[in-house]
């Protein structure tokens, strides 16, 4: 299945308080990274809801990372830990529909952590390479 | 000049035939305007003719035709689309015929499982040769009625509401446009939410809290640690006019008959965000597929290999 030449495609939810800035942070200060991903923005990683998630991946997508603030650092309080809880469940889903468990994975990063951005992503594509394209092409 | 209506139910209890009979006092209004001309359940009129003379089967064109239950075997889908090439409206009434409903759930097996545990494997059964002749032969899985015709109008619920099935009628009489509204069942419930769970997981013989209470007074079952559908689960069953819902008037936790709040949903990821996102564990909900599609399976269930 993973062949040399694919290429997945990652969807990126970053919260706007940390990770976006995180992944802003990897850009100016020139840090390089895999450009499979394509980031969407949301307020806070605890409005993500596992629907988005299934739906991503059921319509096109080979893989989802969800980066949000580290525990306790939420902007919201405690965005951060509905996104927590929510990963069990879609962890448990991704069985259902037939999905490998690497295709889904949740991260802190911290506005300053520019460089963990880059390695966090770098990770994702690598471990998305070696399962392969998603079933649902 | 009177509507012409032409009926069948395929995959089906009969229960949204009773809705129909049930529907009381309003049915005199509308019956002088309608004219019943095909309807198995009450009345004779064969498929093949009076006295089996035809070779084909053969629907009476018809204005508004309506389907129950789902599309299980080939009759089923061959009489589908005889339907639907001799009316001009198709409704599908009832969560069989919009998602499947109950007996959908057997999209979770292959049909070969199927076979081998319910027929040739059962204990009590003498099993003879899988029939080949004079009975239609299953189809890979259960349809919804969309997903083999086009459908103008669903009429969700196991079984639907009377007074619903009256307003698509008499929408239909008038020639307004009908549409169930997209609500969902916690949109019209009473009850206190607090979006944070009060308990862990219960088993649905425990009681609710706040019985005899004013529902307006009652936490939400959910958040008490009962599986409610309501989030997931379109509103209707309490009336046209968006009353309690039935269930949550008994203090009963949804079931999720009315089915999801649009076609594409599924109400299974929707229940496992919402219960997470409160703090219930996902991983206490016991067959969460099912559980959760409990009406909804066609297109929804992933058929799995039952071993052994």
Redesign the interface.
């Known amino acids: 299945m993973a062949g040399d030449d694919f290429e997945p495609l990652i969807i990126v939810y970053t919260c706007y308080w940390c990770s976006y800035t995180a992944a802003d942070l990897a850009g100016t200060s020139r840090i390089q990274y895999p450009p499979n991903i394509r980031i969407i923005r949301v307020q806070c990683s605890g409005m993500v ?3 988005l998630v ?1 739906d991503a991946l059921t319509n096109g997508a080979d893989g989802v990372l969800m980066c949000g603030c580290h525990e306790g650092d939420c902007h919201y309080r405690e965005g951060n830990l ?1 996104a927590k ?2 990963a ?3 962890s ?2 991704l069985e ?3 999905l490998e468990p690497e295709r889904y994975r949740l991260e802190w990063v911290a506005a300053s952590e520019g460089p963990r951005f880059a390695e966090v992503v770098t990770e994702m594509v690598d471990r998305v390479k070696e399962v392969g394209p998603s079933p649902y092409g | 000049m009177a509507v012409r209506v032409a009926q069948e139910w395929f995959a089906i209890c009969g229960g949204c035939e009773v809705t129909i009979l049930d529907v009381g006092e309003p049915l005199l209004d509308v019956l002088p305007e309608l004219e019943f001309v095909h309807m198995p359940v009450i009345m004779d009129h064969k498929l093949y003719g009076q006295t089996g003379e035809q070779t084909a089967m053969e629907i009476p064109e018809a204005d508004v035709g309506i389907i129950s239950g789902g599309v299980r075997n080939e009759e089923n889908r061959e009489l589908a689309e005889l339907m639907r090439s001799r009316v001009n409206t198709l409704i599908a009434m009832g969560s069989c015929a919009s998602f499947g409903g109950v007996p959908a759930l057997a999209n979770q097996y292959v049909l070969e499982d199927l076979y081998e545990r319910v027929y040739r494997g059962n204990s009590t059964t003498d099993a003879g040769a899988t029939p080949s002749g004079d009975v239609p032969a299953l189809l890979d899985r259960v349809y919804a009625l969309h997903e083999v015709v086009n459908v103008d109008i669903h009429l969700p619920g196991c079984p639907t509401t009377p007074d619903m099935f009256v307003a698509a009628l008499m929408h239909l009489l008038k020639g307004t446009p009908f549409a169930v509204a997209e609500k969902s069942v916690c949109d019209t419930c009473p009850t206190i939410r607090e979006k944070k769970a009060v308990s862990t997981l219960k088993r649905p013989l425990e009681s609710v809290e706040g019985v005899g209470e004013p529902l307006s007074q009652a936490r939400c079952f959910m958040e008490q640690g009962f599986l409610c559908n309501g989030p997931a689960t379109r509103a209707g069953c309490g009336g046209m006019d968006e009353g309690v819902p039935r269930c949550i008037r008994a203090y009963m936790p949804c079931r999720g008959c009315f089915g999801p709040l649009s076609l594409s949903a599924n109400p299974m990821v929707d229940m496992m965000g919402a219960l997470s996102t409160i703090g219930l564990d996902p991983k206490e909900i016991p067959d969460r597929a099912a559980t959760f599609n409990r009406f909804a399976g066609a297109g929804r269930l992933q058929p799995k290999r039952v071993r052994g």
């Open positions: 809801h596992p629907n299934i509905r809880a929510r069990d469940a879609i448990l889903m259902d529909f037939d």
